[in-house]
């Protein structure tokens, strides 16, 4: 897929890649990889509202892309029949709107938290989270191997990695 093409793909996010590469003031990568970026209301409300209230510096970084216009802010409800959904897989409201809308729309779903994934991959949606992310911009030439490598370093402390995760990624980033 060329540069051009992917700004033109569609994505919805959750919380999680916007807090993480926020965090780590990355936010920027998913304006050039995607050029626009689709959240839930409830998405605003974790990342800007609660961010603010309780001093999160990254929630000013977000509040600033959505007033930017490229993180846009969407409404969706949940379908009745899957209203169900959230309790049973235990995943978040918001997460399961991000896959729902996703799924939908025939859109890539971005999500780190391992059950959301795992009911997004049940659905049949494609899913990418903060580290694919990270991944993608570098063979992309967003950014060069050795701020991909700090990249992960510095997410490795605002989210959790197991030391396989981390290993295996820091090795597909040298391999780039």
Request: proline share 3%; glycine share 4%.
């Amino acid at each position: 897929m060329n540069s051009t093409k992917l700004k033109n793909t569609k994505v919805v996010s959750n919380s999680g890649p916007l807090i993480h590469l926020a965090k780590i003031d990355y936010l920027w990568i998913l304006k050039e990889l995607f050029g626009q970026i689709l959240v839930p209301k409830d998405v605003k409300i974790e990342t800007v509202d609660v961010g603010l209230k309780i001093g999160a510096p990254d929630s000013i970084v977000i509040q600033s892309a959505m007033e930017d216009g490229w993180i846009k802010i969407i409404d969706f409800d949940i379908p009745p029949r899957f209203q169900t959904y959230a309790k049973k897989f235990r995943v978040h409201v918001a997460e399961l709107k991000v896959i729902l809308y996703a799924k939908s729309n025939n859109l890539l779903a971005l999500l780190d938290d391992f059950s959301a994934r795992v009911l997004a991959d049940n659905l049949s949606v494609k899913v990418m989270g903060s580290l694919g992310i990270i991944l993608l911009a570098t063979k992309k030439s967003i950014i060069n191997k050795k701020d991909a490598l700090n990249a992960l370093d510095k997410i490795a402390k605002v989210m959790y990695l197991n030391i396989p995760l981390y290993l295996d990624v820091r090795d597909r980033i040298m391999k780039l």
